[in-house]
């Protein structure tokens, strides 16, 4: 039986409607976690119906990174200069700029990768593996996978979200399109790092982004 106090802890946990509470718990016969990734399943949902109209105002953010060594440019667009201005949206804009200063991606999505680079990519990858020593049959796909990783080092919509990384930065847009109500789209941005190409000891950058974030 879904009661009362049951949905009431879903409205609490979630923010969903009452109906939307009552139906997810029926969905997953009481069960409140599974109730939780019901409800979260159709915000994605409903997020995959907006993203296919044009969004066109937005904001254009700026963030340096406290000691001036980190500089980010991004554009992120929604679809009314009124959404723009909600300080959900804001806040969504600043934690992408923090991303791409800590996790340094070098295209938004895989689509814009040169295929030029695909290709040199898998030839480094696939002398890796004969080097290794892997036999010539299982070589294809070990360099298929070793494709998908990088995919997920250099292009931030499959990036690990610094501040959440059991999600993407993928994820996080359809939650906001969810949030929001419009769709939300991650046009381009421009990072720079001082003495970049200049012989020096790395750093994680992720840690002291992460420092900033949480002082």
């Given at each position: 039986?879904?009661?009362?106090?049951?949905?009431?802890?879903?409205?609490?946990?979630?923010?969903?409607?009452?109906?939307?509470?009552?139906?997810?718990?029926?969905?997953?016969?009481?069960?409140?976690?599974?109730a939780?990734?019901?409800?979260?399943?159709?915000?994605?949902?409903?997020?995959?119906?907006?993203?296919?109209?044009?969004?066109?105002?937005?904001?254009?953010?700026?963030?340096?990174?406290?000691?001036?060594?980190?500089?980010?440019?991004?554009?992120?667009?929604?679809?009314?200069?009124?959404?723009?201005?909600?300080?959900?949206?804001?806040?969504?804009?600043?934690?992408?700029?923090?991303?791409?200063?800590?996790?340094?991606?070098?295209?938004?999505?895989?689509?814009?990768?040169?295929e030029?680079?695909?290709?040199?990519?898998?030839?480094?990858?696939?002398?890796?593996?004969?080097n290794?020593g892997?036999?010539?049959?299982?070589?294809?796909?070990?360099?298929?996978?070793?494709?998908?990783?990088?995919?997920?080092?250099?292009?931030?919509?499959?990036?690990?979200?610094?501040?959440?990384?059991?999600?993407?930065?993928?994820?996080?847009?359809?939650?906001?399109?969810?949030?929001?109500?419009?769709?939300?789209?991650?046009?381009?941005?421009?990072?720079?790092?001082?003495?970049?190409?200049?012989?020096?000891?790395?750093e994680?950058?992720?840690?002291?982004?992460?420092?900033?974030?949480?002082?």
């Open positions: 039986m879904i009661t009362a106090e049951m949905v009431k802890q879903l409205r609490e946990r979630t923010g969903a409607g009452m109906m939307d509470c009552k139906k997810a718990l029926s969905a997953s016969e009481g069960d409140v976690e599974k939780i990734e019901v409800l979260r399943e159709k915000g994605l949902a409903a997020a995959a119906k907006k993203a296919g109209r044009i969004a066109a105002e937005g904001l254009v953010e700026a963030y340096i990174h406290g000691d001036g060594r980190i500089g980010v440019l991004v554009e992120v667009n929604i679809e009314t200069d009124f959404a723009a201005k909600n300080e959900e949206f804001k806040t969504f804009v600043r934690d992408v700029a923090m991303q791409i200063a800590a996790a340094k991606p070098e295209y938004v999505r895989r689509e814009e990768v040169p030029a680079i695909i290709e040199k990519e898998k030839e480094i990858l696939k002398a890796q593996a004969l290794e892997k036999p010539e049959k299982i070589i294809e796909k070990m360099v298929e996978g070793r494709i998908e990783k990088y995919y997920k080092e250099v292009c931030l919509l499959e990036q690990p979200w610094i501040k959440d990384t059991d999600k993407t930065i993928q994820v996080l847009v359809k939650e906001k399109i969810a949030a929001i109500g419009e769709n939300i789209n991650i046009r381009r941005f421009v990072r720079f790092e001082r003495g970049e190409g200049i012989e020096k000891k790395e994680n950058f992720a840690d002291e982004v992460m420092k900033q974030i949480e002082g």
